[in-house]
């Protein structure tokens, strides 16, 4: 009678431990969450809610959460997705329940506590689900709506106009400064040619072209300043055709009366050069050459460019 007690004892211990295993082996989750920590008033996201569990045994059939519900959200789609997988030499089963919603005012956004039913063999049963909460923000300002943005904005624009309008001030400072000066292209750039020659022309023949430059340059700069006069005193003005034919020593003294003797020693010192040139044989040495380029760029008021070298 004992033994027969033991044996009932021993049987059902093993009924029980196998039916524990088996439900071990049959474990089902599920787990829910937002597709994104915080969210703007207006935007859009997704509430995913997915359960888990090994294919073993009789087939498992999973249903929709059940009591569902959100709060401060809008529930715009529904999507479900089943997925088999392997894990660990088994198969893996899990079903999506996805649900696409759109933000609501801004505060506190949640979605509810639910039970999700799945039946197998033993019958209907319920997972729990916890709730979520999920913070939501303010709408999105458009960029050109934010005051900030209006300010800087607008004080971008004052510095840029107020930028271009230095360099527009500049410009036109440094073009009247070139017409006073009478800095004309054509000048600087037949004095540039002259440059060139420093180093291979012989010293007479550069001597003389930078004299006849010279001449031009002054007959030239006689009509402007004596056309200026004239202006002033609303009489016909002078051009370089009214000019004399002259050369370098009979133009000077005019020109320098007409400057105010401003920059004669200059001048004249260009003037001792070519005499030199003339009278003497011309003979230079280069850095006597390089002088007196240096005051024929002098008197002519043209300014060594960039990059001229």
Same mark, same amino acid.
């Given at each position: 009678?004992?033994?027969? @007690? ?9 009924? +029980? ?14 787990? $829910? %969450? ?6 703007? &008033? ?25 009591? *569902? ?34 933000? %609501?005012?801004? +505060?506190?956004?949640? $979605? &509810? ?5 799945? &039946?197998?063999?033993?019958? @209907?049963?319920?997972?729990? *689900? ?25 004080? +971008? ?13 500049? !410009?036109? !400072?440094?073009?009247? $400064? ?10 600087a750039e037949e004095i540039k040619r002259l440059k060139s020659r420093l180093a291979v022309a012989e010293s007479k023949l550069l001597l003389e072209d930078m004299e006849s430059l010279t001449v031009r340059y002054l007959r030239a700069e006689i009509a402007r300043l004596d056309g200026a006069r004239k202006s002033r005193s609303s009489t016909a003005t002078t051009s370089d055709k009214d000019i004399p034919v002259a050369g370098f020593d009979h133009l000077l003294p005019r020109y320098l009366e007409l ?32 002088? %007196? ?13 960039? %990059?001229? @070298?």
């Amino acid at each position: 009678m004992l033994l027969g @007690t033991r044996f009932s004892l021993i049987v059902v211990s093993i009924f +029980g431990l196998t039916c524990a295993l088996q439900a071990v082996a049959r474990s089902i989750n599920a787990h $829910a %969450g937002f597709s994104q920590p915080g969210i703007h &008033s207006g935007d859009t996201l997704s509430y995913t809610v997915k359960v888990e569990w090994m294919e073993q045994g009789p087939e498992i059939a999973v249903a929709a959460p059940e009591d *569902l519900n959100f709060t401060a959200f809008t529930v715009i789609e529904r999507k479900t997705a089943f997925r088999k997988s392997a894990a660990e030499g088994n198969t893996l089963n899990s079903i999506e329940f996805t649900y696409h919603l759109r933000s %609501g005012d801004a +505060g506190n956004g949640m $979605a &509810s506590a639910a039970r999700i039913p799945y &039946s197998d063999a033993n019958g @209907t049963h319920h997972l729990p *689900l916890a709730s979520a909460n999920l913070e939501i923000l303010p709408p999105r300002v458009p960029l050109l709506e934010r005051p900030g943005f209006r300010y800087t904005a607008y004080a +971008g624009f004052v510095a840029l106009a107020f930028a271009g309008g230095l360099i527009t001030r500049k !410009k036109f !400072k440094d073009k009247k $400064a070139r017409e006073n000066r009478n800095e004309l292209p054509g000048w600087a750039e037949e004095i540039k040619r002259l440059k060139s020659r420093l180093a291979v022309a012989e010293s007479k023949l550069l001597l003389e072209d930078m004299e006849s430059l010279t001449v031009r340059y002054l007959r030239a700069e006689i009509a402007r300043l004596d056309g200026a006069r004239k202006s002033r005193s609303s009489t016909a003005t002078t051009s370089d055709k009214d000019i004399p034919v002259a050369g370098f020593d009979h133009l000077l003294p005019r020109y320098l009366e007409l400057m105010d003797n401003a920059e004669a020693d200059s001048w004249n010192k260009l003037g001792d050069l070519f005499r030199y040139a003339r009278y003497a044989g011309g003979h230079k040495e280069r850095h006597e050459l390089s002088a %007196g380029y240096g005051l024929l760029k002098t008197c002519m008021r043209v300014n060594e460019e960039k %990059g001229d @070298t």
